[in-house]
């Protein structure tokens, strides 16, 4: 069975740029959830999505948005870029009980560790 | 608002020992997830604990949730080179599966 699976692993930007990063779920898992993880905040709750709705937000600003498809595939972009913004993006999917509860147990992909120069 | 403490925030021991590290919170969980990351990978969940005062043991480690369901401990017993990792506790207060990390143990066996 696959994991999830985040590209691009990983990527370097300038200030004031965007990027997008891509997360496939594991096949049969409707939620995805993205975190930012860094040494000196951990690890921060960006938003979650079922199916193709975002369901959770964490605090962050607008810059940061996120969307689902249909295959449950998800990206999320970061427009106009900070130097703060350097971090390693986690995504993670899980596996919904009936009523589209999650069952708890977050599976990660790998991460995409942007570094904005 | 950082709502789950751990500590010690780094622990580094010598193999064959033993080992405690804490979750602390103001708020009460629905339930209390233990994670562990290692160097270029994402957290893999260890445990999940639901009932205020449950006790689960996986192999050496052993994971306790408060009886007011706002702490939790992970003990180590007999530590190896290979639980060397970040440890990561995280909560849901709501119910429903959005869960908030806290701020990690970073754990160093040393051979």
């Known amino acids: 069975k696959a994991g999830v699976t985040q590209t691009p692993r990983y990527l370097i930007k300038t200030r004031g740029q965007q990027v997008t990063l891509s997360c496939s779920p594991i096949?049969?898992?409707?939620?995805v959830s993205w975190y930012q993880q860094t040494p000196g905040q951990g690890l921060q709750f960006l938003f979650e999505?079922?199916?193709?709705?975002?369901?959770n937000k964490g605090n962050f600003p607008g810059r940061f948005s996120g969307r689902q498809f249909s295959n449950s595939r998800s990206e999320m972009n970061v427009s106009t870029l900070e130097l703060g913004d350097s971090a390693l993006y986690l995504c993670?999917?899980?596996?919904?009980?009936?009523?589209?509860?999650?069952?708890?147990?977050?599976?990660f992909g790998e991460g995409s560790r942007l570094t904005v120069l | 608002t950082q709502l789950l403490e751990q500590s010690p925030q780094f622990l580094s021991i010598q193999e064959g020992e033993n080992l405690t590290v804490y979750c602390n919170s103001s708020?009460?969980?629905?339930?209390l997830q233990w994670y562990r990351q290692e160097p270029g990978e994402g957290p893999v969940l260890l445990v999940t604990?639901?009932?205020?005062?449950e006790v689960k043991k996986l192999k050496r480690l052993t994971f306790q949730f408060g009886d007011a369901r706002k702490d939790s401990s992970l003990h180590i017993t007999a530590a190896q080179p290979g639980d060397t990792g970040l440890y990561l506790c995280?909560?849901?207060?709501?119910?429903?599966?959005?869960?908030?990390f806290g701020t990690g143990t970073r754990l160093k066996v040393l051979a």
């Open positions: 993670a999917s899980s596996l919904p009980l009936a009523g589209g509860l999650n069952t708890g147990e977050l599976f």
């Open positions: 096949s049969g898992h409707r939620s």
């Open positions: 999505y079922f199916s193709e709705t975002q369901r």
């Open positions: 708020s009460v969980f629905s339930s």
């Open positions: 604990v639901v009932t205020g005062g």
């Open positions: 995280a909560g849901d207060t709501s119910g429903t599966y959005k869960y908030i």
